[in-house]
């Protein structure tokens, strides 16, 4: 009791913000997740999943924390450098075969497969020295060698939502607990061979120690992972992921899909690994294990998670779930009917792979048994005709992946328990050291059904699409790069938002110049086309209209020293319904980062203004944000935005990160819909960060 008095009085005060690492390494932490600010505002366009951003993000932190000694780096090791293709990784190593071991970061810029923008990201991620420090499991050992690392982050929006006005005695809808969201996260490390770690949080709106959350946190993650036990490659007890082939069956983390990564659109075998994620319930709890049969590795899994879901059915006597009609995915329980829907129902997995890997060439068989303690019944639409019901579900599935010279093939085709089959293979190929291309055609059936899937694709579910993308890399020019895709798809079967078979295409072409290693530009432009129902017609409810989303965008950074960098942007989109008038919208921001002087501060200051027609020209912006998160807001009506960011280092182990921001429209009364409706014309947040490293 006394225990949690404290921890309830002290959390306000801890959350707001300190965090730690050496200020040279922590600057080059924080700009290597910067470096992927382009490919998260891509995913974002189309897709809001911010537990995969931070996903990402912690991803991204472990391995700038824990970098690749790429001198000595097998293939296997290489590739948790995931953003990285077979081609690249292949270069790597055979630049280092033919000159030698690589004394600094400069000799990344003259490996063929690396352009300018690749070496500058993979110098962040990555050693020189020719050590491989492998320690022996020992009790002395764990605190000789072994690294932690505690964060701690809270949010808080000053204006006063909807949610939070509405009371239980009326009747109404509300938020039940308070507004502030706080965050703990822990990681333990002994060098590459033991890994354990927790996460606490409470969204905002969540109940804090009292009512359905009476054990504090409303999401708690934990896991203990140990590598390399004799013939045990890897041993999890606890939560994780699991990404086997190209996903059709199981891929249960971060995917790029179509972004302007356009070459790496073959993910990395990854198998099993700790789950440092804040989804609740897309993830696995129990254990799982690989064994190294070299050149075969077998994989189990068994899971058995609570997860979310509204429940529609309820035996009246036991007071046991019957049946659902949908899975929840937000994770957020704040109001009395999310609590109602949280840990609703039970999921039962097991799953197991077999893959055979040479050096050229890799095979897998991936099979996964899913049960559910409850029957899963969707309301039955149109749309929905195929989507799974029932309590249970199987998927087998067979990938390949196949390198000979310059060119790798690679694919995987799955069934599902019902039949249903989704086929995905593609090529990719370097033509020149400067120019690279890559194929792909997929075909999944509208009846085919995997709980767990997330292969490359233009809907969220792999069924009812057939589709041909094609992307390409091309350096015609030291400091010039030219990139682009085109994605042809067709939906054979309804969808959500359109009552016939439809089809789309999306275009997208940038060019990247890097005149010197204090200026980067680039140039993008995107052109998306879609059907789906015409809105503007009442008197057919099946005709359905053409929608063109067009968007083009100017980015610069400008190092003006080493205490000052600006970045600018500005971006266009037109939203065109072929049946309704054009919406247009622009963005114009201007970003600083500067640190004065020998202060141990950083300063990250933006200010921002924006102007759409409505909703349909909305645009995205990446935004600078506590270490361990991506800010990705979309910009609709007419106003501005500002933040203000600062990182303080007061000594070696300790950072302080605070940011204030606000977003002013100048065109509306009220911010926001339903309980997180705000009235008035602004919205802000303040943010904070401790993170301590020992």
């Known amino acids: 009791m006394l225990f949690r008095n404290i921890l ?3 959390l306000p005060l801890l959350f707001s913000g300190i965090t730690g690492i050496a200020a ?3 600057d080059s932490i924080e700009n290597a997740v910067m470096s992927f600010q382009e490919v998260v505002t891509e995913i974002a366009s189309h897709s809001e999943d911010v ?10 932190i472990d391995l700038a924390t824990n970098p690749v000694s790429i001198n000595t780096a097998t293939e296997e090791e290489l590739e948790k450098l995931f953003w990285l293709n077979e081609f690249q990784i292949h270069g790597i190593r055979q630049y280092i075969g033919m000159n030698g071991p690589m004394a600094t970061r400069y000799e990344l810029g003259y490996i063929p497969s690396l352009t300018e923008t690749d070496a500058k990201i993979l110098s962040a991620f990555v050693t020189f020295d020719m050590s491989k420090k492998e320690f022996p499991i020992k009790p002395a050992s764990y605190f000789q060698y072994d690294r932690h690392r505690l964060i701690l982050r809270s949010t808080f929006i000053p204006e006063k939502q909807k949610g939070y006005q509405n009371s239980e005695d009326e009747g109404t809808n509300h938020f039940t607990g308070s507004r502030p969201a706080y965050y703990i996260r822990y990681n333990y490390q002994l060098n590459s061979r033991i890994y354990a770690g927790f996460t606490a949080e409470k969204d905002a709106g969540e109940q804090f120690f009292k009512g359905s959350n009476r054990r504090g946190f409303d999401f708690y993650s934990y896991y203990l992972q140990v590598n390399k036990v004799k013939l045990f490659k890897t041993i999890i007890l606890g939560d994780y992921r699991v990404n086997f082939g190209q996903g059709l069956v199981v891929w249960s983390g971060f995917n790029f899909g179509k972004s302007i990564s356009v070459i790496n659109t073959l993910p990395h075998n990854s198998g099993i690994n700790y789950y440092q994620s804040l989804d609740e319930n897309n993830f696995f709890r129990g254990t799982a294990f690989t064994i190294n049969f070299k050149p075969v590795e077998v994989s ?9 879901a509204n429940k529609t059915e309820i035996d009246t006597i036991t007071g046991k779930v019957m049946e659902v009609s949908a899975l929840q995915n937000s994770g957020i329980h704040a109001t009395p009917t999310d609590i109602d829907d949280e840990n609703a129902i039970r999921a039962h997995v097991a799953g197991t792979n077999i893959t055979f890997n040479k050096t050229n060439f890799r095979a897998g068989i991936t099979g996964i048994y899913v049960q559910y303690s409850a029957s899963l019944n969707p309301k039955l639409q149109p749309y929905s005709y195929y989507i799974f019901r029932g309590r249970s579900n199987y998927d087998l599935s067979v990938d390949y992946r196949y390198r000979t010279g310059n060119l790798i093939l690679f694919g995987e085709g799955a069934v599902s328990q019902n039949g249903g089959l989704a086929v995905l293979d593609g090529i990719q190929t370097t033509v020149t050291s400067r120019l690279s291309f890559n194929l792909l055609g997929r075909c999944y059936q509208r ?7 997330k292969a490359f694709g ?24 030219l990139s682009g895709y085109v994605d042809v798809f067709s939906f054979p079967w309804l969808t959500y938002g359109a009552d016939m078979p439809s089809s789309g295409r999306d275009f997208l072409a940038q060019i990247t110049l890097n005149p010197s290693n204090r200026l980067q530009m680039y140039l993008q432009y995107r052109n998306k086309n879609k059907e789906q129902n015409d809105s503007a017609d009442n008197d057919s409810k099946n005709k359905i209209c053409r929608v063109t989303s067009n968007r083009l965008r100017y980015h610069l950074a400008y190092t003006v020293s080493e205490h000052l960098m600006l970045r600018s942007r500005i971006e266009i989109t037109i939203y065109n319904n072929e049946t309704s008038s054009v919406s247009k919208g622009y963005y114009l921001g201007q970003g600083i980062e500067w640190i004065p002087g ?9 200010y921002a203004l924006f102007d759409t027609d409505d909703y349909n020209s909305r645009i995205y912006a990446y935004e600078n944000d506590l270490l361990g998160t991506f800010s990705i807001p979309s910009f609709a009506n007419k106003g501005y935005r500002t933040y203000l960011m600062v990182k303080y280092t007061p000594f070696k182990q300790f950072d302080i990160w605070l940011k204030y921001g606000i977003t002013q429209y100048s065109n509306v009364e009220t911010v926001g819909s339903g309980l997180y409706e705000i009235q008035g014309n602004h919205k802000s947040e303040i943010k904070a960060e401790l993170m301590l490293k020992f």
């Open 8 to 10: 309830r009085a002290s």
């Open 24 to 26: 040279n390494a922590q």
């Open 51 to 60: 537990a995969s951003y931070e996903e990402l993000s912690n991803m991204l």
């Open 300 to 308: 189990f899994w068994y899971s058995r998670n609570r997860i979310d």
């Open 447 to 453: 009846n085919y059904q995997a709980m767990y899937g």
């Open 458 to 481: 233009e809907n969220t579910r792999n069924n009812n699409e057939a589709g041909v993308y094609m992307g390409f890399e091309c350096k015609p020019l030291k400091y010039i790069e």
């Open 598 to 606: 020998k202060l141990p501060l950083k300063i990250y200051l933006q």
